[in-house]
């Protein structure tokens, strides 16, 4: 079975209610630094400056001999602030960070526009990345159910830019969340 989009009557960024009054999708807009090793040894990724006091969206990447594809996505993660969150507490460094091969961190910077920055927020563009980028992803709390509906609360449709480094084409450009779709 294959899968089409369907036209949504132009791009979903600019998609607004009938009275033209307000915007239907939320835009976010990530700016990805490039990785960042984590050695085991240090059991403290080197955040630089400019990133430590910031939140937002991280990624862990591994990399090693058995890979068919180098530095994959193996994890996505929120934090409020990176340097409190990225340590050897972390619920993944067992599992990532102290195994065989490399692993390296990629921040996340959140620029929000037509909405507010909010913990919620932030856990629903987790949610969706992780979704769009599913097919290595080590998180368990996220995939049990579909973005959006894990806090009970309403949801309001997604367009998520990544921007900066590009996760050698894992991480999807542009991301609209719900997308229309229909099999043919």
Not at 13 to 39: C, D, H, K, V
Not at 108 to 113: N, T
Not at 126 to 144: K, L
Request: aromatic letters at 14%.
């Amino acid at each position: 079975m294959t899968w089409r989009y369907r036209d949504m009557g132009g791009d979903p960024e600019g998609l607004m209610n009938y009275s033209g009054t307000r915007f239907l999708y939320r835009l976010a807009i990530l700016t990805w630094s490039q990785p960042i090793p984590w050695e085991p040894e240090s059991r403290i990724p080197m955040i630089p400056g400019a990133w430590a006091g910031h939140g937002g969206l991280y990624a862990i990447i591994r990399d090693h001999h058995s890979q068919s594809r180098p530095k994959r996505i193996a994890y996505i993660g929120v934090a409020e602030s990176f340097s409190d969150r990225l340590d050897a507490k972390h619920h993944m460094y067992p599992k990532l960070v102290e195994r065989r091969g490399s692993t390296f961190i990629s921040l996340g910077r959140v620029r929000f526009e037509r909405c507010a920055s909010t913990r919620k927020h932030l856990e629903e563009i987790e949610q969706i990345v992780t979704w769009a980028t599913w097919e290595h992803v080590w998180n368990e709390r996220g995939m049990e159910t579909l973005p959006g509906f894990r806090s009970g609360q309403e949801f309001k449709p997604w367009v998520i830019v990544n921007d900066g480094y590009r996760f050698h084409r894992q991480m999807p450009k542009r991301i609209a969340y719900p997308a229309f779709a229909a099999s043919t």
